[in-house]
C-alpha cells in the first residue's frame, strides 16, 4: 500500500469539508455556488469598515 503525503490528505479534506458545506448549506435552502472565490479576511474587514464610518 501507498503512503500518503500531509499535502494530499490535507488537501482532501479541504475538498470534503467544502462538499460538506455546500450540501448542508442546500438542505438549509441557502445556494452557494462552487465557482465563486471566496473572500479573505482582509476584504471581509475592509468591506465592514467602509460601512462602520459614521
Known sequence: ???LS???KRR???EVRRTNYQSSMALEGI???PR???LTK???IAKY???QKR
Do not use: F, G, L
Open 12 to 14: 482532501y479534506n479541504a
Open 31 to 33: 445556494a452557494v455556488d
Open 49 to 51: 469598515t467602509k460601512t
Open 42 to 44: 482582509a476584504d471581509v
Open 1 to 3: 500500500m501507498q503512503t
Open 6 to 8: 500531509w499535502e494530499t
Open 36 to 38: 465563486t472565490s471566496r
